[in-house]
């Protein structure tokens, strides 16, 4: 897994050393940055940041061995278990280690956003906007053989990605992976999901039971993927309803019945049994990612134009962004902890989504991560919020702010 945003196309070899001190931005981009009160001149550092790999838990004893395979040094990140910067030139996917599973590619600021989550075992952990899925195998793997991961995506094409990721470094045993709206999202964790179906006396035993996970769909489902070809909608989703496009042999699906599964929360049904960690990584302007920006040299910054400053996407990304907090934090448990982070460094898309949600929810409490005191981040523009600069901090933007969920 290379940590990367926009699977349009592969990127030469060598595009990193070829950075020179300027990149031609174009203008609406720059454009963009003045708006935002951003230093275009972060975007020339892309060769002086490492690139970043974590080991797969158990893989410490071959550091050596895979040392020799990438032809480079590791070095620990001190502040970061199981994680080592690299050479930013040097590409993993080529060798063994990546293609045996023992390396993933993930910047050093999301592993910090996943580490803030403080994931502990038997947690039932939601992924909101899992796509393509970095953080969800790292919470998959802090996870192990205990509690569950619910990985939702809009995008079904990438959500389908990370499902091969997931099988690929064998981290999907507890995950099952929803194409749905993240905004409407309902569904709880599948222990919830037995409560209610043991206190259903009455309910008609209508509906299916979930057998084990087989990748050939039935003929419902091929009807339904022929009718989406149809319409030109596969790639995006086409109704509100959830559509389950993965699970794990113990995701605990196995012998439920869908309708108990896959019925939406009601009320605040989540306070008591919804999920114990959410992460929302909410879709952004990613102008942070200083590599993935770098990399439209080559796309083209046409391509820059269309998929990250479209005026119509930039304008609404405000409520989507808050929609999706807004709803992760419904689903979450009182006492639960929800992770916001974006790779933008404007203020529009961090701290102004973040004030708003917390002017509307009182049970929101922003909570200080003890962890960061040895991090390379600053704080945020609300106190307790994280910032991590490409320009001190050595790892790609990101914003990252932690609450809590408090009795009402
Ligand atoms: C910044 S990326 C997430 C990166 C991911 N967490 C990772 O570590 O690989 C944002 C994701 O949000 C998804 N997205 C956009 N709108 C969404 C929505 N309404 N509901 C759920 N996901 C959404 C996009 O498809 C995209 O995959």
């Given at each position: 897994?290379?940590?990367?945003?926009?699977p349009?196309?592969?990127?030469?070899?060598?595009?990193?050393?070829?950075?020179e001190?300027?990149?031609?931005?174009?203008?609406?981009?720059?454009?963009?940055?003045?708006?935002?009160?951003?230093?275009?001149?972060?975007?020339?550092?892309?060769?002086?940041?490492p690139?970043?790999?974590?080991?797969?838990?158990g893989?410490?004893?071959?550091?050596?061995?895979?040392?020799?395979?990438?032809?480079?040094?590791?070095?620990?990140?001190?502040?970061?278990?199981?994680?080592?910067?690299?050479?930013?030139?040097?590409?993993?996917?080529?060798?063994?280690a990546?293609?045996?599973?023992k390396?993933?590619?993930i910047?050093?600021?999301?592993?910090?956003?996943i580490?803030?989550?403080?994931?502990?075992?038997?947690?039932?952990v939601?992924?909101?906007?899992?796509?393509?899925?970095?953080?969800?195998?790292?919470?998959?793997?802090?996870?192990?053989?205990?509690?569950?991961?619910?990985?939702v995506?809009?995008?079904?094409?990438?959500?389908?990605?990370?499902?091969t990721m997931l099988?690929?470094?064998?981290?999907?045993?507890?995950?099952?992976?929803?194409?749905?709206?993240?905004?409407?999202?309902?569904?709880?964790?599948?222990?919830?999901?037995?409560q209610?179906?043991?206190?259903?006396?009455?309910?008609?035993?209508?509906?299916?039971?979930?057998?084990?996970?087989?990748?050939?769909?039935?003929?419902?489902?091929?009807?339904?993927?022929?009718?989406?070809?149809?319409?030109?909608?596969?790639?995006?989703?086409?109704?509100?309803?959830?559509?389950?496009?993965?699970?794990?042999?113990?995701?605990?699906l196995?012998?439920?019945?869908?309708?108990?599964?896959?019925?939406?929360?009601?009320d605040?049904?989540?306070?008591?049994?919804?999920?114990?960690?959410?992460?929302?990584?909410?879709?952004?302007t990613?102008?942070g990612?200083?590599?993935?920006?770098?990399?439209?040299?080559?796309?083209?910054?046409?391509?820059?134009d269309?998929?990250?400053?479209?005026a119509?996407?930039?304008?609404?990304?405000?409520?989507?962004?808050?929609?999706?907090?807004?709803?992760?934090?419904?689903?979450?448990?009182?006492?639960?902890?929800?992770?916001?982070?974006?790779?933008?460094?404007?203020?529009?898309?961090?701290?102004?989504?973040?004030?708003?949600?917390?002017?509307?929810?009182?049970?929101?409490?922003?909570?200080?991560?003890?962890?960061?005191?040895?991090?390379?981040?600053?704080?945020g523009?609300?106190?307790?919020?994280?910032?991590?600069?490409?320009a001190?901090?050595?790892?790609?933007?990101?914003?990252?702010?932690?609450?809590?969920?408090?009795?009402?």
């Amino acid at each position: 897994m290379e940590e990367t945003d926009c699977p349009e196309g592969s990127v030469p070899e060598r595009i990193g050393e070829q950075q020179e001190a300027s990149l031609p931005l174009p203008p609406a981009f720059l454009e963009f940055l003045s708006e935002n009160g951003l230093d275009p001149a972060v975007y020339s550092m892309a060769a002086t940041i490492p690139r970043y790999i974590r080991l797969k838990p158990g893989m410490e004893s071959q550091v050596a061995e895979i040392e020799g395979e990438l032809k480079c040094g590791l070095e620990k990140v001190s502040w970061l278990p199981g994680f080592y910067a690299i050479p930013p030139e040097i590409q993993i996917a080529g060798s063994k280690a990546y293609q045996q599973g023992k390396i993933y590619g993930i910047d050093a600021a999301s592993g910090a956003a996943i580490l803030a989550l403080d994931v502990r075992p038997g947690d039932h952990v939601l992924d909101l906007c899992a796509a393509p899925g970095a953080k969800l195998c790292m919470l998959a793997d802090m996870l192990g053989s205990t509690g569950s991961l619910t990985g939702v995506d809009v995008a079904k094409h990438r959500l389908s990605a990370c499902r091969t990721m997931l099988q690929k470094y064998s981290l999907g045993d507890r995950t099952r992976l929803f194409v749905a709206d993240g905004t409407l999202f309902s569904i709880l964790p599948v222990n919830s999901n037995l409560q209610r179906r043991e206190g259903s006396i009455g309910l008609e035993e209508n509906g299916s039971t979930f057998s084990e996970w087989t990748s050939r769909r039935s003929w419902k489902d091929r009807q339904k993927a022929k009718k989406a070809n149809a319409t030109g909608s596969q790639h995006l989703l086409s109704s509100s309803e959830p559509e389950l496009i993965y699970y794990g042999k113990h995701s605990g699906l196995v012998g439920l019945r869908k309708s108990d599964v896959l019925c939406p929360a009601v009320d605040d049904e989540a306070c008591t049994s919804g999920y114990d960690k959410v992460l929302v990584d909410a879709e952004c302007t990613h102008d942070g990612s200083i590599k993935h920006i770098q990399k439209f040299e080559f796309w083209g910054w046409k391509t820059l134009d269309r998929r990250v400053l479209d005026a119509e996407r930039t304008d609404n990304l405000f409520q989507l962004q808050l929609h999706l907090l807004t709803n992760g934090f419904r689903l979450l448990k009182i006492g639960g902890s929800l992770v916001y982070s974006t790779c933008s460094m404007t203020v529009a898309q961090n701290e102004n989504v973040v004030q708003q949600f917390l002017s509307t929810q009182p049970s929101a409490d922003l909570q200080k991560n003890d962890l960061s005191d040895s991090w390379p981040c600053r704080s945020g523009g609300i106190p307790k919020t994280l910032r991590f600069d490409p320009a001190t901090s050595q790892t790609s933007g990101l914003f990252v702010a932690k609450f809590s969920k408090l009795p009402t």
